[in-house]
């Protein structure tokens, strides 16, 4: 049974749809969508992340390492005893999500509260964190060879938690690893 015959069949089971458009986005990119190609017009492995600016820099983190992005929660319950840099928990659909200030954490001051501030949180197994970022800049795509593995300085103070950077012309795109971040020992130091 082909895709599309499969989507009309499953039209009036939603369960059904849901599971096929997962399948099918799992198996990799839908015919005509666009993909890195060579001259030769051969497809050539990219790397995807989303950028975000943090205290003054521009970093990239893994499009894997990120669950989903949010507005700023109005509401956060603080943690008794946390460092400051916890600025609390969050009812995010039912399920409780840590709130971090990361430019706090990283020493760099709090981030201020503007309508493009937003949480990424993380897609950790064990973890559930949400990272304030000053702001979402959208998707970038890179091909593996403009990767480095040395990375700039960073206003931020960030370099522990880098892995690596992107450059494109004059362009330098740190990577963070949310990660590493998270696995960090002071992360997991939050008692004050």
Known sequence: MSGDQNSKSTRDRPYELLAELERRGRSGPAAGQPQGETASGESRPEWVGVALRLAGDMVLVAREETREI?????????????????????????????????????????????????????????????????????FRRFADEEFALEAPPAQAHCEPYLAGCFRRGEEQWPVLSLRKVLESPAFADASA
């Open 70 to 138: 949010l507005p700023v929660p109005g509401t956060t319950t603080r943690v008794p005893g946390a460092k400051q840099w916890i600025k609390g928990l969050a009812n995010v659909r039912g399920q409780l999500l840590t709130i971090i200030d990361l430019r706090q954490f990283l020493d760099g001051g709090e981030t201020p509260m503007t309508r493009n501030t937003r949480v990424v949180v993380v897609n950790h197994r064990e973890i559930p964190a949400g990272l304030i970022f000053d702001e979402v800049l959208g």
